[in-house]
């Protein structure tokens, strides 16, 4: 079968750094991807992993290894505004027309002051 | 601005009661989808497009319908909505190639069916 898995919940404070791990079994695996959804708002893209290793962009970096299905989410420098639920979404293969993305039930992170 | 746009934003309707919402992106992206978001189960997908008068199934079609007739626009259909899709429904939008096939959302439409 298919699966991602993510905690559910964690909690950081204010200027620290947490990290958000995504496992993943996937029939085939072309990317993945990490997005950000504030409560009752739609989820936005934060980055996309194709190949193993780091991806850096301001604040937030993402890794990726495929051997191991495995990804994280780094936030650094954490701020009030980052509270949010965070999705880890892998792209399977390519079936059909649609490169389907199967997607993990998101983690939910409180940051405190 | 670059946008994906759905109505309405909030709804209650009763159980039987006909209802569209529509979706329309200003990107020119070939590629259209709308997932329901539910507690405990995340993001589920619909139905999706892979261009004008290309639909299919996606994994919960079940009580839905959609139609593309044009590339920008890709409505929702509930013939005959019950209380099991009460949900937050997204429409998203992407190009069909593109490098990443990141996904564009809609803000959301919050139904609630009685």
């Known amino acids: 079968g298919q699966n991602i898995d993510q905690p559910t919940e964690m909690t950081a404070t204010e200027g620290a750094i947490v990290q958000i791990n995504c496992t993943y079994q996937?029939?085939?695996?072309?990317?993945l991807f990490w997005y950000q959804q504030h409560a009752g708002e739609a989820p936005t893209f934060l980055s996309y992993n194709v190949l193993d290793g780091l991806e850096e962009k301001g604040r937030f970096s993402s890794f990726l290894s495929r051997s191991k299905g495995y990804s994280y989410l780094l936030l650094k420098e954490l701020q009030m505004k980052d509270s949010a639920s965070y999705l880890c979404?892998?792209?399977?293969?390519?079936?059909?027309?649609?490169?389907?993305?199967?997607w993990g039930l998101g983690t939910s992170l409180a940051v405190n002051p | 601005e670059a946008q994906v746009t759905q109505n309405p934003r909030y709804l209650i309707t009763v159980t039987g009661k006909k209802l569209t919402v529509t979706c329309s992106q200003n990107?020119?992206?070939?590629?259209m989808s709308w997932y329901r978001q539910d507690p405990g189960l995340g993001l589920r997908q619909i139905y999706y497009?892979?261009?004008?008068?290309?639909?299919d199934k996606g994994d919960v079609p079940e009580g839905y319908k959609v139609s593309r007739k044009e590339k920008r626009n890709f409505p929702l259909i509930l013939e005959s909505p019950s209380p099991n899709q009460t949900s937050l429904y997204f429409c998203?939008?992407?190009?069909?190639?593109?490098?990443?096939?990141?996904?564009?959302f809609g803000e959301g439409s919050r139904l609630t069916v009685l």
């Open positions: 979404a892998v792209r399977g293969l390519y079936a059909g027309n649609n490169r389907k993305l199967i």
């Open positions: 990107m020119n992206h070939e590629y």
């Open positions: 998203a939008s992407r190009l069909a190639g593109g490098n990443t096939g990141e996904l564009f």
């Open positions: 497009s892979m261009n004008v008068e290309v639909t």
């Open positions: 996937t029939s085939g695996f072309n990317g």
